[in-house]
């Protein structure tokens, strides 16, 4: 049974190199291609040791798989940080900057006060400030109410 030795490209890029006998170079062509891989080159070794045959003689959909598996791991880990570092991170001067100004910017359009803190909170991105926001939205919306029902409007 022959033995090939080959290189192959995943669909993100990456290179898999990897050792396989018993198949003829273009059945091996054809699983490469099955499984999402580009062949690069493809050898016919002479002789393989057994040992490192069976270390080697990984099939490419588990290698392909495991990485693409690692990747979406990394992924993930990274976006938890990102959500943990938002949640932890304070009000800076810069979101009260940003705040006022659009707050301003709705009055000066015309919107009125619920409205504006309603459109202000759908943009924040700061959990903590997005509460305190919305802390004064309802004590806004309850002034209103009270207003209202006391025939002051």
Request: hydrophobic share 35%; net charge positive.
């Amino acid at each position: 049974m022959p033995t090939f030795q080959y290189k192959a490209m995943t669909k993100t890029g990456h290179v898999v190199k990897n050792t396989v006998s018993g198949l003829t170079k273009a059945e091996l062509v054809s699983k490469l291609k099955n499984n999402d891989l580009v062949p690069i080159d493809i050898e016919q070794v002479k002789s393989v040791n057994p040992k490192n045959q069976e270390r080697k003689n990984k099939t490419t959909e588990s290698v392909a798989k495991r990485k693409i598996k690692a990747k979406q791991e990394n992924k993930n880990k990274i976006s938890e940080i990102k959500e943990k570092v938002l949640e932890t991170r304070g009000i800076t001067k810069r979101d009260i900057m940003v705040f006022t100004q659009n707050f301003l910017l709705l009055k000066k359009a015309d919107f009125n006060n619920i409205h504006a803190l309603n459109t202000i909170i759908d943009s924040t991105e700061n959990p903590r400030l997005k509460d305190i926001i919305e802390d004064i939205l309802s004590g806004v919306e309850n002034r209103r109410i009270h207003v209202y029902y006391n025939g002051i409007l």
